[in-house]
C-alpha cells in the first residue's frame, strides 16, 4: 500500500533525523514531493524546473549507492541516538529504497551543488529528500 505524503515525509525525515551533509555548509535533510502527470517518468529536467533552475541547467544524475559512496560527508549532530557516516548512509538508503521506487541522485551545481535524491512514491508522485553542499573548490572566483 503506498504512504500519502505525510506519511512519506514522517518516515524519511525519521531516518535522517540528525543527520547532515558536511562540507563547507553543515546542510540537513529536507522532505521533497513531487507531482508530475500519471505515467509520466521522472527527468532530470523536471528535477531542475522544481529546484527553480534555469532551464537547460546541467543535471548529474547518479545511482543512489554510487553516490553515497563516493560522498562520505553524511555526518551526525550531537545526539549520540544517531549515527553518522556509515550507518547514517546505510539508514538514510535504506529507508529510501524501502519507501520509494527507482531512487537516484540528482545533483545541481551553481555556488553549491543542490542534491536531491528521489523515487517513485506512486502513479505520477516522486519524493525523497533535497540536501546541499558546498565545497572549497567548487567556490566561484568573484569577478570585480
Not at 514522517?10 to 555548509?25: K, N, P, R, T
Amino acid at each position: 500500500m503506498a504512504m500519502n505524503k505525510e506519511q512519506l515525509q514522517q518516515e524519511l525525515m525519521q531516518a535522517v533525523d540528525g543527520l547532515l551533509v558536511h562540507s563547507e555548509i553543515d546542510a540537513p535533510f529536507e522532505f521533497v514531493y513531487l507531482e508530475l502527470r500519471p505515467g509520466k517518468g521522472l527527468e532530470a529536467s523536471d528535477v531542475a524546473e522544481y529546484a527553480g533552475k534555469p532551464s537547460g541547467m546541467k543535471v548529474d544524475v547518479v545511482e543512489l549507492e554510487e553516490f553515497l559512496q563516493k560522498n562520505k560527508s553524511i555526518v551526525s549532530d550531537a545526539r549520540e541516538s544517531t549515527p553518522g557516516g556509515e550507518a547514517g548512509r546505510r539508514r538514510l538508503a535504506e529507508a529510501l529504497r524501502h519507501h520509494l521506487e527507482g531512487v537516484k541522485v540528482y545533483c545541481m551545481t551553481q555556488i553549491g551543488t543542490e542534491v536531491y535524491m528521489l523515487g517513485k512514491a506512486g502513479e505520477g508522485h516522486f519524493a525523497g529528500l533535497r540536501t546541499m553542499m558546498v565545497q572549497d573548490e567548487a567556490t566561484i572566483d568573484e569577478k570585480e
